[in-house]
């Protein structure tokens, strides 16, 4: 089918405008959008891939491309229309990022835009700032990286002064610099093995006869990186269940976790499934796997990914995880909280999230985090052992909830959580792996064994 011409920008606006007004996900508009015209014929992977560039990057560049356009506008933004908004974000982005766009176009592409979705005060308006743009890019002066390095790195590289303010005063201005950098690349995606299934191996040949350029993962068994691939839904062997899409750095949690055959293990907030069905395939399908979580539309998610690798441990549960502890007292062999957490690991994943969140999401979180942990280790039996993991890179929600809890229960001990890694170890008490230094998300791990 010959795909049907269509302008990519005006779709990458519809996107942005979801995002932007109505706070979707970009990931998910983004998907959802590509699918639907892709079903249809009017994409090329050319389309494809300049509208997910558009997308991202001027999702991702937010704060920065307001502070550009405020060096050339005569009004504040906030004044200006937000459809206009987000087409001058747009044409801001192309003009500064984009070097293989011509000037020209993301100037005259902009304007028709305009046309279409404003007057002509408001196309007049357009030209203006963006042909002012174009002419005067000396205009554009960073911040001094030595004098003001929170908000260079910020403006630089796209991050919200509060959480650059934190790594700096943590890392350090270079490390936060390379921290920064790591985000705003694409990840590879990655893949566990159903070894249920298919073993690394052959799953790599498989993979390689369907389009998918791949290695083995560095870091797990299971683990495969892709760098090329086709559409994941054109794969036959996702369709028959040969493996997960699953982070590497979250692969490591089960195995970190250890699970042995014929246990009883609870899952405390185990949608969507990855680690669930991760922690399934480490016990060979025997024994029991208890996954909960709050809401039964995201079980149902569990329940799918257990069918399609063809698990049947698995018995999922809508709870609240503050409660497992009244519910299961002394009864599991190993828990598993992978606790509700910013996200802050995973920013290069999700190019909204960053500028989703605030600081006050590391004042609230570590309540719950701390209360989940505190009932989830009721579960424990004695010589058992309680994993807790985050996505995350924060101190509040990682060190200090462990070590709070760890003072509160004597019976409980920290292990060594680096000497459990089942390819690279380390002698880490308390794992936290960086986007920037390990090249994986940015996850916590920490293994605590409860006394006989």
């Not at 992977?45 to 937010?62: C, H, N, P, S, W």
């Not at 399908?285 to 079980?299: A, Q, V």
Request: hydrophobic content about 40%; proline content about 6%.
């Amino acid at each position: 089918m010959t795909a049907k011409k269509i302008d990519a920008r005006e779709v990458a606006l519809k996107i942005i405008n979801e995002v932007e007004t109505n706070g979707a996900y970009a990931n998910i508009a983004l998907a959802k959008e590509i699918n639907r015209r892709t079903a249809q014929g009017q994409l090329s992977d050319q389309d494809r891939r300049f509208i997910t560039e558009l997308v991202y990057g001027t999702v991702k560049a937010g704060a920065t491309l307001d502070w550009l356009l405020g060096l050339y506008l005569n009004r504040s933004l906030t004044k200006v229309a937000p459809v206009i908004r987000n087409i001058l974000r747009l044409g801001i982005y192309q003009l500064f990022f984009l070097e293989k766009v011509p000037a020209s176009a993301a100037c005259n592409q902009s304007v028709e835009l305009a046309k279409k979705y404003g007057h002509a005060g408001t196309v007049k308006f357009v030209n203006g700032v963006l042909r002012n743009a174009a002419r005067n890019p000396e205009k554009v002066v960073y911040p001094d990286r030595d004098s003001q390095p929170v908000k260079y790195l910020a403006l630089k590289y796209f991050h919200p002064e509060w959480l650059v303010e934190r790594w700096v005063e943590r890392l350090g201005v270079t490390d936060c610099e390379a921290l920064c950098q790591t985000n705003n690349t694409i990840p590879p995606l990655s893949l566990r093995t159903n070894t249920i299934k298919i073993n690394r191996d052959r799953l790599l040949q498989r993979l390689a006869g369907e389009g998918v350029a791949c290695q083995a993962s560095a870091w797990t068994p299971e683990g495969i990186v892709c760098q090329e691939h086709p559409g994941l839904g054109t794969l036959a062997s996702l369709q028959e269940g040969l493996f997960q899409v699953q982070d590497e750095s979250s692969m490591l949690v089960a195995h970190i976790l250890d699970p042995k055959p014929g246990e009883f293990i609870i899952d405390a907030c185990g949608a969507p499934g990855g680690k669930t069905t991760h922690i399934a395939a480490l016990m060979n399908n025997t024994g029991k796997i208890l996954s909960t979580d709050i809401y039964e539309h995201k079980l149902a998610l569990i329940r799918e990914n257990a069918a399609r690798l063809a698990l049947t441990n698995i018995e999922t549960r809508a709870l609240d995880a503050v409660n497992l502890g009244s519910m299961f007292p002394l009864k599991a062999d190993r828990v598993l909280v992978d606790a509700p957490c910013s996200g802050l690991g995973v920013l290069r994943r999700k190019p909204d999230s960053r500028w989703r969140k605030s600081p006050e999401i590391l004042r609230d979180l570590p309540k719950l985090q701390a209360a989940i942990l505190v009932s989830a280790a009721q579960c424990v039996k004695p010589g058992g052992v309680l994993v807790y993991s985050t996505c995350t890179t924060e101190p509040e929600e990682n060190q200090d909830i462990v070590g709070d809890f760890l003072r509160a229960h004597p019976d409980f001990s920290l292990e060594p959580t680096g000497q459990y890694l089942p390819a690279q170890k380390r002698p880490d008490k308390l794992l936290q792996l960086w986007p920037h230094t390990d090249s994986i998300d940015g996850f916590f791990i920490a293994r605590i064994a409860r006394q006989q």
